[in-house]
């Protein structure tokens, strides 16, 4: 299947040949093999696990996005903010979220740039039909 | 025989193309400005240039980005059943000048696109991203204009710009069924293609034939996706425009510091022949006065 899988500052895969895609949408997780049937879906905060021809997994963490599966087995995931995993840290996120608890019900993702090797704390605390779940990755 | 002239009335008609020699020092206020002139050209070339190295490296993933967003609107083939009145033109443009015809180019294709549409009876209101759009369209056009944003092209633009001219979109109140945006498309260094992109509400997608093939999509879903398909489409415009109005801004201000220099050598010559005619106007004076003593 033809993968693009893109943030809007980095592109990680641009109609590749991959055997698997997992997903974590709004309605679930699912796995996305070639000659899926068609559908849309919107991202929640997860992890993005693609599964390359020769079975080696990368993960990606991702804040939000939409992934597009057409007709002709092309698949479109775009996410608005990617990290790869290198870049977070749990007990920074574990810190981050602490701070961001006082804060308002909305979600709130702090992902700050590694700057000269520091690692970045990613955390997201997300409303799901009026109960908070905070959640680390 | 009159060799004091002043016998004789010289008369001067007051309108008419009088043009008396240029003293050097008006010749030297000339030069002076020029070279300014030449200057400050010149250094926005090279800020141009620098805004433009960074704006088509930025580009390059947000083109991936934006042919996916608009993947599925070329693939679904979804189209505007004919009985739908209301259009929305989002013309994508800055605030700055001295870009060439970035912004003429804009305005001039939603001026048609409003003739067209109009004619065809359908509603169009016009959003105006940039400030120069609203200038150009507001006299002719402005019952069409719908909402403008400000204080674009100073910064590059981000994903949250997008957002902003998105959420502002839906939530104007005008319940428009389709739209397109007109922005500028980055070619290359030297060209730039005026291009219009559609987007859909969430209606006219729900109602298309295609979207059956699309399985497990339930409503929320779907406003959800539209919302961020709206941004990223808003997005890749913008980036696509500023990497146009960059290069255009750029190529504009070489072609000025060229014709500068043209000018400034022209008038140095002016400048040298003029001086050296002052030198010898002089030098007669003196030989002739020491010849009327002699």
């Known amino acids: 299947m033809a993968f693009t899988f893109a943030s809007p500052?980095?592109?990680?895969?641009?109609?590749?040949?991959?055997?698997?895609?997992?997903?974590?949408?709004?309605?679930?997780?699912f796995g996305i093999l070639a000659a899926h049937v068609p559908t849309l879906q919107?991202?929640?905060?997860?992890?993005?696990?693609?599964?390359?021809?020769?079975?080696?997994?990368?993960?990606?963490?991702?804040?939000?996005?939409?992934?597009?599966?057409?007709?002709?087995?092309?698949?479109?995931?775009?996410?608005?903010?990617?990290?790869?995993?290198d870049m977070l840290d749990l007990a920074a996120a574990k810190s981050n979220l602490e701070k961001a608890l006082p804060w308002?019900?909305?979600?709130?993702?702090?992902?700050?740039?590694?700057?000269?090797?520091?690692?970045?704390?990613?955390?997201?605390?997300?409303?799901?039909?009026?109960?908070?779940?905070?959640?680390?990755h | 025989m009159f060799a004091r002239g002043a016998a004789v009335l010289l008369y001067r008609p007051q309108w008419g193309q009088v043009r008396n020699m240029a003293t050097l020092k008006d010749i030297t206020r000339r030069?002076?400005?020029?070279?300014?002139?030449?200057?400050?050209?010149?250094?926005?070339?090279?800020?141009?240039?620098?805004?433009y190295a960074r704006a088509e490296r930025e580009l390059k993933p947000a083109r991936v980005y934006g042919v996916g967003a608009l993947a599925l609107y070329e693939k679904a083939e979804i189209k505007v059943p004919e009985d739908k009145k209301k259009h929305l033109i989002v013309g994508v443009s800055s605030d700055r000048g001295l870009c060439g015809a970035i912004h003429t180019s804009v305005a001039k294709t939603i001026k048609s696109e409003i003739t067209a549409l109009s004619n065809k009876g359908k509603e169009v209101m016009v959003v105006g991203v940039g400030d120069k759009l609203r200038g150009l369209l507001q006299r002719t056009h402005g019952e069409h204009f719908l909402v403008t944003f400000k204080e674009v092209g100073r910064k590059?633009?981000?994903?949250?710009?997008?957002?902003?001219?998105?959420?502002?979109?839906l939530n104007s109140g005008y319940e428009f069924d389709e739209g397109s945006i007109i922005y500028n498309r980055f070619r290359s260094v030297i060209s730039y293609r005026t291009d219009e992109k559609p987007f859909f509400s969430l209606d006219t997608v729900a109602g298309s034939e295609n979207i059956s093939i699309y399985d497990d999509i339930d409503a929320d879903v779907l406003r959800n996706y539209q919302e961020y398909a709206l941004t990223n489409i808003l997005f890749y415009s913008l980036k696509e425009s500023t990497t146009s109005e960059q290069s255009a801004r750029m190529t504009a201000m070489d072609s000025a510091s060229k014709n500068a220099s043209e000018m400034i050598d022209k008038l140095t010559l002016t400048f040298n022949r003029t001086r050296q005619a002052v030198i010898t106007k002089e030098l007669i004076e003196i030989i002739s006065g020491a010849a009327a003593l002699a």
């Open chain 2, 31 to 51: 030069l002076k400005s020029i070279r300014n002139i030449q200057k400050i050209t010149k250094s926005m070339k090279m800020v141009a240039a620098a805004k």
């Open chain 1, 42 to 85: 919107v991202l929640r905060p997860g992890i993005v696990t693609v599964y390359a021809e020769d079975g080696t997994a990368s993960k990606y963490f991702v804040s939000s996005g939409s992934v597009t599966v057409n007709a002709d087995s092309s698949v479109q995931l775009l996410a608005e903010e990617v990290a790869s995993m």
């Open chain 1, 104 to 136: 308002s019900d909305w979600g709130i993702l702090l992902l700050q740039r590694p700057q000269g090797g520091q690692r970045i704390p990613a955390c997201r605390r997300q409303r799901d039909g009026g109960r908070e779940i905070p959640r680390i």
């Open chain 1, 9 to 29: 500052t980095q592109v990680f895969y641009n109609a590749a040949n991959v055997k698997q895609v997992d997903v974590p949408t709004l309605t679930g997780s």
């Open chain 2, 156 to 169: 590059p633009p981000s994903f949250g710009d997008a957002s902003v001219i998105a959420l502002e979109l």
